[in-house]
């Protein structure tokens, strides 16, 4: 199967970076009109492979590795997509 | 005095931190390699020291964290055993969840590196009885990621439970309440993002890392 992590920093935590590409975009709406974003958030995408073919164990096991590895959930939250 | 300092795949401090601890304590150091699954007999001090172990990939100090050692570091925080994480080593404990709190990109999204003022706020603590009264001291400081961060509750709890050990003077990174390093609430954990390890003679400009040392050393001769 598929795996798919989308990981952020949680609502509430300031996310200077998205902050930063928010602030060029504005700041580039002279030339290219891009006044109206706000919000941005930079985040992470990861892929993998898993061999098992049991969806709900897929996701399971996904879990358990956001936990303890690839989000920190004290300051990011993450979604999980298995296909 | 026994003392280890961790290494880590991308550690730059572990010599600096090895030569402090001897040349402050006059200790015996070892080093021990992140894929070992014991530590040396009879510790008094285990340092993580700063660098940056595993590229920084993923989260700075997060691969690390997970490192064969880290399971026994955790072991022998829990036995009382002093642990001191500096800079990429504060960020490690963090991530193994030895220290509350978490440590983010800098507010202003530069790289600091300078020297810095930073208050004691915690005369209290193994790591800084030997700082007498004096009410600031300089160490140097370098990173990405010193932005330290905890939720409200959270931040409340460290305060309340005095575990805030150092203040900055001038917040260089936008960590909240100037938080430059915390203990754990037994008082055997540190963690901070200043070197210590790198000023403790004042031929490397400040050697008011010194008495941070001099205080691990008071504690055993006392005991």
């Known amino acids: 199967m598929k795996a798919t992590v989308h990981i952020f920093l949680k609502a509430g935590v300031l996310d200077v970076q998205g902050k930063a590409v928010e602030g060029a975009l504005n700041g580039l709406a002279g030339t290219a009109g891009w006044s109206d974003v706000a919000n941005v958030r930079v985040g992470k995408v990861l892929e993998f492979d898993l061999k098992s073919t049991d969806k709900a164990a897929a996701e399971a096991e996904v879990k358990s590795m956001c936990e303890k590895l690839l989000a920190n959930t004290v300051i990011e939250s993450y979604r999980i997509e298995v296909a | ?223």
């Open chain 2, 1 to 223: 005095m026994k003392a280890a300092v961790l290494v880590f795949p991308g550690s730059n401090c572990d010599r600096d931190c090895k030569v402090a601890v001897e040349v402050t304590t006059g200790a015996q150091v070892s080093m021990v390699w992140h894929q070992d699954t014991s530590l040396p007999a009879g510790l008094d001090l285990i340092v993580v020291p700063g660098g940056f172990s595993y590229g920084d990939y993923l989260r700075c100090g997060a691969m690390a964290s997970l490192s064969p050692v880290m399971a026994e570091v955790v072991k022998a925080a829990q036995r009382g055993v002093s642990v001191v994480g500096i800079c990429n080593g504060f960020q490690i404990l963090c991530e193994a969840g030895l220290l509350p709190g978490a440590l983010m990109r800098n507010a202003g999204l530069k790289y600091v590196c300078k020297p810095i003022e930073l208050t004691i706020e915690n005369r209290n603590t193994r790591f800084t009885s030997a700082y007498g009264d004096k009410s600031s001291v300089w160490m140097t400081q370098g990173n990405g990621d010193g932005n330290f961060f905890a939720d409200a509750e959270t931040l409340k709890a460290i305060e309340d439970n005095h575990q805030v050990v150092f203040r900055y003077v001038e917040n260089p990174n936008g960590s909240v309440n100037n938080i430059a390093g915390i203990m754990n609430t037994e008082g055997n954990v540190l963690g901070m993002m200043p070197h210590p390890d790198r000023a403790f003679e004042p031929a490397l400009g400040s050697a008011d890392g010194a008495p941070l040392f001099h205080s691990l050393m008071r504690v055993l001769q006392a005991a």
